[in-house]
Each structure stands twice: as C-alpha cells, then as structure tokens.
C-alpha cells in the first residue's frame, strides 16, 4: 500500500511559478513509476510528468522546458516545479505511483486526493 498527499497548489499570476509536492507513506520502495497528472474543468486527466524506474523521465509536450519533476529519496517526496505559469495550467494536479510486486506479477496503481493549481492572466 501507498498512500499519496499532494500540496503546494494555490493562486499565481501568469509567468509565476509553483512547486508542488507528493508526499508517500508505505510500501515506497516497490514504487516503479511516480508522476503527476492533471485534469482541467470539463477536460480528461491528463500525463504532465513522469519519473519511471531506472530514472527515465517523461514530460508531456505542453510542459516541457518549464516543468521539471524531481525525487527526494530521503524525504520519500516528489516535487514538480513549474515555472512560468500559464493560465491554461491551470487544473487540479494529482500525484500518481505505480508498485510492482515482483513475486507475485502483480501491478497496483495508487492517487493522491490532488492539489489546485489556478493561473490567473
């Protein structure tokens, strides 16, 4: 089990920047993806940035060169730095973690509660 808490949402101006947290409780040593999605009023969610096993990173198109996702292994935390905003940023961002039990070929896959994000032009 993984238990995901994402903060750091709130209200910037366009051009701003936000850093947002996921914070994991458990079995974080199983976790072989751990990323952030977002979903927009009225949209589907949707893949911003994600960090696979064996450090490879993926970052949606709309995002890259003023997102940057981060791990800090100590802290058992996920950051997303975003950087200068852009009001069509603006959507609640949920953390997102994938666990692999190897003995058993067995995938879970857990969510956050999410954070808002508001971007104001």
């Known amino acids: 089990q993984v238990h995901l808490v994402e903060s750091g949402g709130g209200l910037v101006q366009a051009g701003g920047s936000l850093r947002l947290s996921c914070a994991a409780s458990?079995?974080?040593?199983?976790?072989?993806?751990w990323g952030w999605y977002r979903q927009a009023p009225g949209k589907q969610r949707e893949l911003v940035a994600v960090?696979?096993?064996?450090?490879?990173?993926d970052y949606s198109d709309s995002v890259k060169g003023r997102f940057t996702i981060s791990r800090d292994n100590a802290k058992n935390t996920l950051y997303l730095q975003m950087n200068n905003l852009d009001p069509q940023d603006t959507a609640v961002y949920y953390c997102?973690?994938?666990?692999?039990?190897?003995?058993?070929?067995?995938?879970?896959?857990?969510w956050g509660q999410g954070t808002q994000v508001t971007v104001s032009s």
């Open positions: 458990g079995s974080i040593f199983a976790i072989k993806s």
């Open positions: 960090q696979v096993s064996g450090g490879i990173l």
């Open positions: 997102n973690a994938i666990t692999r039990v190897v003995a058993l070929s067995k995938e879970y896959e857990y």
